[in-house]
């Protein structure tokens, strides 16, 4: 069981556009900044977002993140099937000390 | 900029393994780091973080009090000594570079812990 909630997986036609959720607390989240990473089947996680909102240099402007209160959001527009990979959101919890990753969302660009 | 994880192997459990890291192509002693682990078919777990001069330390609970993270700043190295190994604990351990505001930059290939008898 996760400290932040991601659903499971979500999917969209090449093209399009998904968003991803991940949920919190006021522990997490809610006084942290949220930061995504982007698994490609059999690799090392990779850094798309920072500082809620904040692109790794070389990251497509089509990643974007966003923060509301104690929930994050990555958003992916123009999909194309080499998005197709796990994500996952993390934060820092201030209250328990740890580092805290979300389950994890598979994309599937059908 | 590369970090090579070793170590990993497989052991009975109860028994103890030191993992390490490499760090090349950065100024090693000015970043803190990350132990971060995923079991086969999960989601990644946060294990472990050392600041840049070893001055704070925090660790996951399912980990407390078997794991010990330690760095030497003049190798370049960090490190992962686990005691107590259980089967929960097999996972691909990656060594991970911090970056402030709680964002993970860099990581490493990963090494392969099996617990198992």
């Known amino acids: 069981q996760s400290v932040l909630t991601q659903p499971p997986s979500v999917s969209a036609a090449p093209g399009q556009k998904v968003s991803i959720s991940c949920s919190g607390s006021?522990?997490?989240?809610?006084?942290?900044?949220v930061s995504w990473y982007q698994q490609l089947p059999g690799t090392a996680p990779k850094l798309l977002i920072y500082?809620?909102?904040r692109r790794l240099s070389g990251i497509p402007d089509r990643f974007s993140g966003s923060k509301s209160g104690t929930s994050a959001t990555l958003g992916i527009t123009g999909l194309q099937t080499g998005d197709e990979a796990d994500y996952y959101c993390?934060?820092?919890?201030?209250?328990?000390?740890?580092?805290?990753f979300g389950g994890g969302t598979k994309l599937t660009v059908l | 900029v590369q970090l090579v994880e070793s170590g990993g192997a497989l052991v009975q459990p109860g028994r103890s393994l030191r993992l390490s890291c490499a760090a090349s192509g950065f100024t090693f002693r000015s970043y803190s780091m990350n132990w971060v682990r995923q079991a086969p078919g999960k989601g990644l777990e946060w294990v472990s973080y050392?600041?840049?001069?070893?001055?704070?330390?925090y660790y996951a609970d399912s980990v407390k009090g078997r794991f010990t993270i330690s760095r030497d700043n003049a190798k370049n190295s960090l490190y992962l000594q686990m005691n107590s190994l259980r089967a929960e604990d097999t996972a691909v351990y990656y060594c991970?570079?911090?970056?402030?505001?709680?964002?993970?930059?860099?990581w490493g290939q990963g090494t392969m812990v099996t617990v198992s008898s």
């Open positions: 500082e809620n909102n």
């Open positions: 991970v570079r911090d970056l402030p505001m709680n964002a993970f930059d860099i």
């Open positions: 050392i600041r840049s001069t070893s001055s704070a330390i």
């Open positions: 006021s522990s997490n989240i809610g006084n942290n900044y």
């Open positions: 993390a934060t820092w919890d201030s209250s328990l000390s740890v580092g805290v």
